[in-house]
């Protein structure tokens, strides 16, 4: 039996032994040249642009000949304003990529001995930056549709007669939603959430190029899509793949994410369902890269993502 990617010499090229024994002036240099590569390394002032700069010698920040602004290595970035030293960011990043199925907050917060606080805001940082850089654009080809639902728990009365049948809608909680997903055979993976499957309909309409065949289950509500597409169905009552139609990239897809919320999160629903959809769809797409490149990818995404709106001074915002 072929041996499992994951298994493999070739899939593990990053080491978090080295990464963590790293210097903090090993880090920054390192943070630098994956930042400004365009000057390999040398610092670029987010305001202006300039390059000629002050190193100071009371903080580590640099100053800018051209605007006279001070400016750290993340300034401008995604951690932005952050407080924690740039070598446990970068022991962060690659903690998170080993976790096959996810990682949490919590655990992260015992590795690197700091406040879950803390730990859940960069790890919701590092999402929201592989969101930003993943590939636009229409899926083409051959695209498999689902949809599953998430969160919306109602815990059942102790005493039978008590007990009501929470698949009724009037004995939900309301906060049920669905996780729709679009995935490219051999491309990529988008997601959309919405309160029902239904609404998933418009969302893959509307990013999957013409001429493509799109594959979806027995669901009466993709019959929509014929309007838009070719389309191949699947009916699970009777196989998992017929004729040439199947959903199994699909089901793949929340498997990953399912095991990610039972084994790793155990609850991701509400405002945040849409961040750990988009993080297992970046897994799943790169799910045969080796974890060295993965690495070097995020680095790249949240080096170049900009400040967050969203989670830049989270734990002090007013809802």
Same mark, same amino acid.
């Given at each position: 039996m072929a041996q499992h990617f994951l298994l493999s010499p070739a899939a593990k090229t990053l080491s978090l032994v080295k990464v963590m024994r790293m210097s903090e002036e090993e880090a920054r240099t390192a943070f630098r040249k994956i930042r400004w590569t365009e000057t390999e390394g040398e610092p670029i002032c987010p305001e202006c642009g300039c390059v000629d700069h002050y190193d100071l010698k009371t903080r580590q920040v640099y100053k800018c000949k051209g605007c006279n602004k001070q400016f750290s290595i993340t300034s401008g970035t995604i951690f932005h304003g952050r407080k924690l030293h740039v070598r446990?960011?970068?022991? &962060?990043?690659?903690?998170?990529?080993?976790?096959?199925?996810g990682y949490s907050a919590l655990q992260l917060s015992r590795d690197l001995s700091v406040d879950y606080k803390t730990a859940f805001v960069l790890l919701h940082k590092v999402r929201e930056s592989i969101e930003t850089a993943r590939d636009a654009g229409a899926l083409s080809g051959d695209v *498999?549709?689902?949809g599953a639902y998430f969160g919306g728990y109602v815990k059942p009365a102790n005493e039978i007669k008590d007990r009501k049948d929470r698949r009724k809608k009037v004995n939900q909680s309301g906060k049920r939603q669905s996780v729709i997903v679009a995935r490219e055979r051999g491309g990529r993976t988008l997601t959309y959430v919405? %309160?029902? *499957? /239904?609404?998933?309909? &418009?969302h893959v309409a509307a990013n999957v190029a013409k001429g493509s065949t799109v594959?979806?289950? *027995?669901? %009466?509500?993709?019959d929509r899509l014929a309007a838009y597409f070719p389309i191949k169905r699947i009916n699970h009552k009777e196989a998992y793949s017929k004729d040439g139609a199947c959903t199994n990239q699909a089901e793949s897809f929340f498997s990953r994410l399912r095991r990610a919320e039972i084994g790793t999160h155990h609850h991701i629903a509400g405002k945040y369902l849409?961040?750990?959809? /988009?993080?297992?769809?970046?897994?799943?797409?790169n799910n045969r890269v080796a974890n060295g490149f993965q690495f070097a990818m995020v680095m790249g995404a949240v080096s170049a993502a900009e400040k967050s709106?969203?989670?830049?001074?989270?734990?002090?915002?007013k809802d």
């Open positions: 446990d960011i970068l022991a &962060a990043i690659a903690i998170f990529i080993n976790g096959a199925k *498999e549709v689902d919405a %309160s029902t *499957e /239904a609404d998933g309909v &418009a594959h979806a289950d *027995e669901a %009466s509500h993709w849409s961040a750990y959809a /988009a993080e297992m769809a970046w897994r799943e797409d709106a969203k989670w830049c001074g989270y734990w002090q915002q």
